[in-house]
Structures are given as structure tokens and as C-alpha cells.
């Protein structure tokens, strides 16, 4: 599942058939309960070194599921499928090896933790990350350096994570932590979510500039709206329905939604009657 347009000619991120469910105790409020419905119904995806997908999907369609999935949140379990990052095998990691491994999740609702700056963040999260045990003065001169590219006032870093940050602070954050913390794969869940015209530019800018100084970086953009889109233009877009990918190509994707909106993307009854009875989930 390589793609062929990665620089490297290898794909950095493959998922191969995976299915996916919230755990039971998430599901039934904590009962317990065992029947839990698939989210994620056998999804396949390759993201190469130096390229940026985007997934695209209507509400429920499992694009949020994704995501958490991808960094091994304890709220969603995988009943099959593999999940590979860089040749390794991940699809049993918990969430902080994969983060220290090179993955990256830009939250769509990041958390407010009072009590901890984000220049404390910063360095427990890169010390996590690398092993490196930057000093304060250290790491506020990169905070810094970032925080001029992102438009972001000096001051920013003493503040208390997320607490009454707005919309977009929260979002530069997100781009500035991932700027710091150099991964290999960032996964960009709705990014542009509650942000108007202005600070989705500056956050698309900040995106622009973090793959500058890492080129190739992989990116997954998960969106409900094109406008993310036309500020980054990605090598590829992926149309997720019903747990799967359902279509996949460049920008014609996204032009495409625009027009028609995703019925045109939506199987026909047979199709779907078909796709039902070959894809069973499978025994893991």
C-alpha cells in the first residue's frame, strides 16, 4: 500500500483492514455491556514521508473514532487490522509509546489542565518525546522563535494550558507543540473546528511552516470543510463513510463535496447489500 508519490517511495503510516469499537465500559456508561457496534469497519489508509491527507466525512462517519484510535486511546478497542508506524507494528501500543515513537495528535477540543504552564508541558512533553532535558531558558528560546512564526504574544507560554484560551490560542498551541516536539506523523483532528477565516489562515500558516523545517513529516488532516483544504492543498483526499474509505483522489475530492455534497459519495442498496455480506467482521 506504499504510495507511489512519497518522496521516499515507502509509506511512513499504513493501516490495513482495521476495525474498531468503543470499549464496552465507554459504550454502556460503564456496565460492562460486551455487544458493542464496530465504528471503524475495515479501513485502509497509506500516508508517505512528506505527504498531507486529508480525510473528509459527515458527522459519524467515524473521522474523530479515527483519530483516537490511531494514537491507542483506551476509549476504543481494535478487533482487527494492523496499524504500522515507520516499520513497526503499533497496533497494540498505548498512546504515550506511539507519541514517543513520532506521532502527534492535534486535538479537535484540546484540555484545559490549570495549574500547569505550557512551558512546563513543553518540557515534561519533550523530555517524554526525546529524552532530552531541556532547560527552561532552552526551551522558551524555541517557545519563542515559534511563537513569533505563529503570531503568538511572548507571553503565551507562562500562561496555564488552555485556561481561557480562545479558539484559535488553543489551535496555535496545538501547532506549536507539534513544532517543538518534531514528530514523524501528525494527525490534525478538525484543526480548523470554531475557528473563523483569519485564525484558520494563521493556523494554516503555522502548518505551512512547521513542514518548511520538516519536510518530511507526514500529515493526516481529518476536516469537515474545504476551506482547511484550499489553505494546505494536499496530495491526497479521502472521502470516509460508514467506517471506510469510500473514495479517494486529489482536490477533485474536495470540489466535489463542495458541489454535491457526500450522497454522490454514498452506495448504491446492492453495493452496500454486497459490501455487507464480503466484509463481515473478521475474527482478530
Given at each position: 500500500m506504499a504510495t507511489a508519490d512519497s518522496p521516499?517511495?515507502?509509506?511512513?503510516?499504513?493501516?490495513?483492514?482495521?476495525?474498531?469499537?468503543?470499549?464496552?465500559?465507554e459504550a454502556a456508561g460503564g456496565t460492562g455491556a460486551a455487544a458493542v457496534e464496530p465504528i471503524l469497519r475495515g479501513l485502509d489508509l497509506a500516508v508517505g514521508r512528506g505527504e498531507v491527507h486529508a480525510i473528509m466525512g459527515p458527522n459519524g462517519s467515524g473521522k474523530s473514532t479515527l483519530a483516537s484510535t490511531l494514537l491507542g486511546s483506551p476509549e476504543y478497542q481494535v478487533s482487527a487490522g494492523?496499524?504500522?508506524?515507520?516499520?513497526?507494528d503499533v497496533t497494540t501500543w498505548p498512546a504515550d509509546e506511539r507519541a514517543k515513537a513520532g506521532m502527534f495528535l492535534a486535538f479537535q477540543y484540546p484540555q484545559e489542565i490549570p495549574g500547569v504552564s505550557v512551558i512546563q508541558f513543553l518540557r515534561q512533553a519533550l523530555s517524554a518525546r526525546k529524552g532530552i532535558d531541556l532547560s527552561v531558558l532552552e526551551l522558551r528560546l524555541a517557545a519563542m522563535e515559534w511563537m513569533e512564526r505563529l503570531g503568538m504574544d511572548s507571553s503565551f507560554v507562562d500562561r496555564y494550558l488552555n485556561e481561557g484560551f480562545s479558539g484559535g490560542e488553543k489551535k496555535r498551541n496545538e501547532i506549536m507543540q507539534m513544532a517543538i516536539l518534531e514528530p514523524q506523523l501528525?494527525?490534525?483532528?478538525?484543526?480548523?473546528?470554531?475557528?473563523?477565516?483569519?485564525?484558520?489562515?494563521?493556523?494554516?500558516?503555522?502548518?505551512h511552516e512547521v513542514r518548511?523545517?520538516?519536510?518530511?513529516?507526514?500529515?493526516?488532516?481529518i476536516t469537515h470543510y474545504q476551506r482547511?483544504?484550499?489553505?494546505?492543498?494536499?496530495?491526497?483526499?479521502?472521502?470516509?463513510?460508514?467506517?471506510?474509505?469510500?473514495?479517494?483522489?486529489?482536490?477533485?475530492?474536495?470540489?466535489?463535496?463542495?458541489?454535491?455534497?457526500?450522497?454522490?459519495?454514498?452506495?448504491?442498496?446492492?453495493?452496500?447489500?454486497?459490501?455487507?455480506?464480503?466484509?463481515?467482521e473478521p475474527a482478530r
Open positions: 521516499t517511495g515507502e509509506a511512513l503510516f499504513q493501516v490495513e483492514g482495521l476495525w474498531a469499537a468503543p470499549t464496552p465500559d494492523t496499524v504500522t508506524f515507520a516499520g513497526d501528525a494527525i490534525l483532528d478538525e484543526t480548523d473546528s470554531g475557528l473563523d477565516i483569519d485564525a484558520l489562515r494563521i493556523v494554516a500558516k503555522g502548518i518548511r523545517d520538516r519536510p518530511e513529516m507526514g500529515v493526516l488532516l482547511l483544504l484550499d489553505e494546505l492543498r494536499p496530495d491526497h483526499v479521502h472521502v470516509l463513510m460508514g467506517g471506510r474509505i469510500v473514495a479517494s483522489g486529489g482536490m477533485e475530492i474536495a470540489e466535489l463535496l463542495e458541489r454535491d455534497g457526500y450522497e454522490s459519495f454514498r452506495p448504491t442498496e446492492p453495493e452496500q447489500a454486497g459490501a455487507e455480506a464480503a466484509e463481515l
